[in-house]
């Protein structure tokens, strides 16, 4: 099993700021892709940002050019730094994770952290 363990929400003014961290233990061995996805009121959950263990990037459109996603290897982490924060930003930010071992692929996610953008 894979925990995750999410940080870094809050409520933040229009235009700014807020970064998220996630960090995986447990059963770490065969992490591939981790990433983010967000789920607003009466919404699906939608992907916001992932990344492979090789660095590979994907962003959602609406969040290409504001949001940035990073990690780190060898400490287990990834992290989503939100500039020009929008009201429609605003969702519960759940972090992910998908291991491989012994050619089974599974999914992994934490418990979730809210973000709320307002004035």
């Known amino acids: 099993q894979v925990q995750l363990v999410e940080s870094g929400g809050g409520l933040v003014e229009p235009g700014g700021s807020l970064r998220l961290s996630c960090a995986a233990s447990?059963?770490?061995?065969?992490?591939?892709?981790m990433g983010w996805y967000r789920q607003a009121p009466g919404k699906q959950r939608e992907l916001v940002a992932t990344?492979?263990?090789?660095?590979?990037?994907v962003y959602a459109g609406s969040v290409k050019g504001r949001f940035t996603i990073s990690r780190d290897n060898a400490k287990n982490t990834v992290s989503l730094q939100m500039n020009s924060l929008k009201p429609e930003d605003t969702a519960v930010y759940y972090c992910c994770a998908q291991r491989i071992f012994s050619s089974a692929k599974s999914n992994y996610w934490g418990q979730g952290t809210q973000v709320t953008v307002s004035s």
């Open positions: 990344i492979t263990n090789g660095g590979s990037i």
């Open positions: 447990g059963s770490i061995f065969g992490i591939t892709t």
